[in-house]
């Protein structure tokens, strides 16, 4: 067992937490229009739906791995291009980090859970992301792969939900911070295309 994947698997899932992204800005103007528990609500129906796609995910490439070891290199060469792709996408975004609560509706927390988890399990995106993530960090010789794809998709949802958690605790001082700070954009940015990039050439260097 490679502990050492373990750990680069949670620093890389912290990593990707942090940058502002559709999921955490979403759980950031909830808490702020709402309140801070109507935030945890949509973290919880989000991570919610991480547990389905780690379902999907774990019985599906388990099997292409037991299969074939050139398939389980296909999709791990593509899920590095689809990283760097990412990559070359925020590189062509804009930097600001747009914060507006006008349009938010007010919701009740059962409401967020629900449409947390909806948009998260029908997101095709996600689905794409834990496929070009997860096969690199496969940790173990001897432990089963689905056990493993569980094992990282559960690090994946407690990191995630602290990460979250904490946005939706800090939202109001996140909120004021980031509208304060205009360059603070630019940095993230970058961090995250740094990020992108140094999982995409793990994933390419990591063995099965």
Known sequence: MSYDTLYAFVLATSALAVFP???NIYVLMQSLVNGVKYGLATTAGLMAGCL???TLLAFGVSAIIKQSDALFLGIKLLGAAYLLYLAFQVY???SSVALSDENVP???GWELFRQGFIMNVLNPKVAIFFLAFFPGFLFSQT???VVQ???L???FVIVSSVVF???ALLSGSISKYLNNNSKIGFYLKWLQILVFVGIALYLLISDK
Do not use: Q
Request: charged residues 25%.
């Open 143 to 145: 432990l089963d792969t």
């Open 106 to 108: 007010k919701k009740e």
């Open 153 to 155: 998709g559960g690090v």
């Open 165 to 167: 958690g904490a946005i």
């Open 21 to 23: 992204g559709p999921d």
């Open 92 to 94: 062509k975004s804009s």
């Open 149 to 151: 794809f569980y094992i």
């Open 52 to 54: 389905v796609h780690t």
